[in-house]
């Protein structure tokens, strides 16, 4: 059987790191035959050394710069090199594990080569929703564990029968606070996640809710489900990943350990299932499984994202860009946690939409958007 071939942008981070511990865990069914990062150089090197990976890519220069000072062989240099790394065509599947708008350009090279694509980076489909899923939705696999949870429940089932998408969201840290206590979150209290370990910005975006509206644009776009037919609930156990109602009544939910190299090997695996070397659900220890509405008032950033999705055309590039900008300023102590939606709201107000036919029309939202997120900064 001939191994899979896997590329990795974004391999230093969370997802990334732990898609290296899926591939270690089965060298003879999986090959690193690519690698990319943005300035991580001693990780990556250390990553390439001990998966044997010669194509190597980082997207800051200067970082590429110094690999290739220290390796003595060129490495490949920019944005632009993880772009052709997605589009070469060497690998049958590429792991989106960037983060942000960045990763925008990579999904779509990706889909253009006729690679399978495991998309981690959501912020691809949110700013680029149908220019991406026109390139071959059925080669996408989703690696968000409550869209693969979907997308496992959908298996075998006819489109036409879904009736609704049950996202669950585990509520963040900040679940059941008022607008003042959110007033005074600090950036350790924000990126102390009670469920998932994972980079800065999720962790920001669990906290804010925005990665719930993010995800619900998501499923909307993976799943051709209306904004209608997809509820939030907040399940603060996260044993279930997600669920879909069918016509008759009849839900199928997912459900297993709280892991990311689940769906990670999922994306890897599938059609097929591997052994995982983690605790199965018992449900007779399992407890009391919760589930209650999210709060829309005082978690803004899922209402704008819901706004964003329903508005479409340029704006949740808008939405997603100005989080963007927001997010790093609240990391930087720049700005106030309750400051994020402020100041995604006021950008998106400011914002007239316009169509996204192509990656030049959303990337110029994006940017302008940054811009007058930027302003709005300290
Ligand atoms: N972490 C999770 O559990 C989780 C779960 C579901 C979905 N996701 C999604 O997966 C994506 C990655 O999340 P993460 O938590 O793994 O993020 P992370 O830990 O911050 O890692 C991001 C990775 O992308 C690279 N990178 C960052 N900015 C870049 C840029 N401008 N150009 C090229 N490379 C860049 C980083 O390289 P350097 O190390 O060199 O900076 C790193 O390898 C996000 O879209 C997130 O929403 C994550």
Redesign the pocket.
């Known amino acids: 059987m001939s191994r899979l071939r896997v590329a990795i ?10 898609a290296l511990d899926v591939a270690a865990r089965y060298p003879e069914r999986i090959e690193i035959v690519a690698l ?5 150089v001693t ?2 090197l250390d990553q390439a050394a001990r998966f044997g990976v010669q194509n190597i890519a ?3 220069p200067d ?1 590429a710069e110094n690999a290739r000072r220290e390796l003595g062989r060129p490495v490949g240099a920019g ?1 632009e090199a ?1 772009e052709r790394m997605a589009e070469e065509g060497s690998a049958d599947l590429v792991l ?5 708008a ?2 925008l350009r990579a999904s779509e090279a990706t889909l253009r080569s006729g690679a399978r694509l495991a998309l ?4 691809s489909l949110v700013v680029g929703g149908e220019l991406v899923t026109g390139l071959g939705l059925d080669r996408i696999i989703p ?3 409550e869209h693969s949870a979907i997308y496992q429940c959908l298996l075998g089932e006819p489109a036409d029968a879904v009736a609704r998408i049950w996202l669950t969201a585990s509520g963040g840290p900040f679940r059941g606070a008022t607008p003042a206590r959110l007033h005074t979150v600090t950036v350790e209290e924000a990126l102390a996640h009670p469920r ?8 920001i ?1 669990s906290a804010t809710l925005m ?1 719930k509206g ?1 995800e619900v644009i998501e499923a909307h776009h993976l799943f051709g489900v209306s904004y209608d037919d997809i509820t939030v609930v907040v399940h603060p156990q996260s044993c279930v990943h997600s669920m879909v109602e069918f016509a008759d009544g009849s839900v199928k939910a997912h459900l297993g350990a709280t892991d ?1 190299r689940i769906p990670i090997q999922y994306a890897f695996s599938h059609p097929d299932r591997w052994d995982a070397p983690l605790p199965p659900v018992d449900f007779r220890t399992i407890g009391a499984l919760d589930f209650e509405e999210p709060d829309p008032e005082t978690f803004r950033c899922l209402t704008l994202a819901l706004e964003a999705g329903r508005t479409g055309g340029t704006m949740p590039a808008v939405l997603n860009a100005a989080n963007e900008i927001a997010v790093a300023a609240f990391l930087d102590r720049r700005a106030a946690f309750d400051d994020i939606p402020r100041i995604v709201e006021r950008v998106m107000e400011a914002h007239t939409p316009g169509a996204a036919l192509d990656l030049e029309m959303v990337e110029a939202a994006d940017a302008w958007a940054r811009t007058r997120a930027a302003a709005l900064t300290r």
């Open positions: 942008l974004g391999s230093t981070g969370s997802i990334g790191r732990q990319a990062a943005h300035s991580s990780a990556l980082l997207a800051d970082a944005a993880l989106n594990a960037l983060v942000g960045a990763g981690a980076n959501k912020e690696v968000d564990s998932w370990t994972m980079g800065p910005k999720i962790t975006d990665n993010l990311m």
